[in-house]
């Protein structure tokens, strides 16, 4: 089992910047790929960011390129998302997953291949 838990969420203004941090624990941090995804009011779940076991690969969906950053520390056993120059489409509850690792560049944008979620941060962002 991994657990997990986000923080870093809140109210900012058109054009802040926010930063979100999900602590894991209980299995191997590090043998995990991670997700960050947002459901927002009225739509789909949906995929934001995913950086691999290593980080050494990442992803980003095309609404949040240049504008946000995915790292992780795995001394830390922690992954963060940073989102600048956020807008107020950017408003969702935001969750972080785990998922088994096959190796160090496997990411996947698939809600499906995460195995273990948070229970989610609210971002608004007010225009």
């Known amino acids: 089992q991994v657990q997990l838990v986000e923080s870093g969420g809140g109210l900012v203004q058109a054009g802040g910047s926010l930063r979100l941090s999900c602590a894991a624990s209980?299995?191997?941090?590090?043998?995990?790929?991670m997700g960050w995804f947002r459901r927002a009011p009225g739509k789909e779940r949906e995929i934001v960011a995913a950086i691999s076991r290593t980080g050494s690969s990442t992803y980003y969906a095309d609404s949040v390129k240049g504008r946000f950053t995915v790292s992780r520390e795995n001394a830390k056993a922690t992954a963060h998302l940073q989102m600048n120059s956020l807008k107020a489409g950017d408003t969702a509850v935001y969750f972080c997953a785990a998922g088994w690792s096959y190796h160090d560049t496997y990411i996947s944008i698939r809600p499906v291949d995460y195995d273990y979620w948070g229970q989610g941060t609210q971002v608004t962002v007010s225009s």
């Open positions: 209980g299995r191997t941090f590090s043998n995990y790929a």
